[in-house]
């Protein structure tokens, strides 16, 4: 026979469990909103970022632009890979990351021999693909994250 | 264990800029020279500091350690002599793949 502590026992498993549960269903509901933001910022970061790099390809050589450039630049491997380091392909990330690096600064920066570049032109399609690549590879890894 | 440390940005220059000597004062060119190939010509392993610095543009750090390679020297042999050191792991593996392309 159950006796009326052992009901008493079991109710506050019971709200103890629930708790726990819905505790659990929440910080991982929030967990997910803050990584949405936290990748619609990255997005928006990097596409600001290559908007500046083509237009400094397509322009005179301007000193301030490298110093924006290489300044958004540096702080990018950090400003990914430590709010999603938890979901993301660090390999990937680095392969990724470094393409995006090479397209708009391994040639025609950093140099008096700056030239202008046209639209169409090979290099700048390289930039905005490896651009895209990289927004690609953040946003999926949310994806594959959450919505799965 | 590495024998010394060199801070790119207290030991040559927090704005590394360029390729070549014409790109400005402190080029990809000007580092190899001054610190690479002393490296290479010793026996001493370094260890290299490329945090503090406003940022690396990638012709620098091509011309810097890719260059290496295209002078002669071994690739595996620079990788093993030169220990990078950086918060940015894409940086270092960006380094290392220019090490190990240098010559192609």
Not at chain 2, 62 to 90: T, V
């Amino acid at each position: 026979m159950i006796s009326g502590g052992s009901l008493q026992w079991v109710s506050w498993i019971v709200i103890i469990a629930g708790w726990w549960f819905v505790n659990r269903t929440n910080n991982k509901r929030e967990t997910r909103k803050e990584q949405k933001i936290i990748v619609e910022s990255l997005r928006t970061k990097i596409e600001k970022l290559t908007l500046l790099s083509i237009e400094y390809h397509l322009s005179d050589r301007n000193l301030h632009k490298e110093w924006e450039i290489k300044r958004g630049l540096k702080y990018l491997w950090a400003d990914i890979n430590i709010p999603l380091q938890q979901i993301i392909d660090k390999t990937s990330l680095t392969r990724k990351l470094t393409n995006y690096k090479k397209a708009i600064t391994y040639s025609n920066f950093d140099t008096p021999a700056h030239k202008k570049l046209e639209i169409g032109d090979n290099d700048l399609e390289g930039l905005a693909d490896s651009s895209e690549a990289l927004i690609r590879l953040i946003e999926n890894a949310y994806f594959n994250c959450y919505h799965k | 264990m590495p024998n010394k440390t060199i801070s790119i940005a207290k030991d040559f220059s927090r704005y590394p800029a360029g390729r070549f000597l014409d790109d400005g004062p402190a080029n990809g060119e000007l580092f190899q020279e001054k610190f690479l190939i002393d490296i290479m010509k010793n026996n001493d392993t370094v260890s290299i500091e490329l945090d503090g610095t406003r940022g690396y543009g990638s012709s620098f750090l091509e011309e810097a350690f890719g260059g290496l390679a295209r002078k002669g020297y071994d690739p595996d042999e620079i990788l093993k002599k030169i220990n990078l050191i950086s918060s940015d792991e894409s940086l270092i593996y960006e380094i290392e793949s220019y090490i190990r392309e240098g010559n192609t």
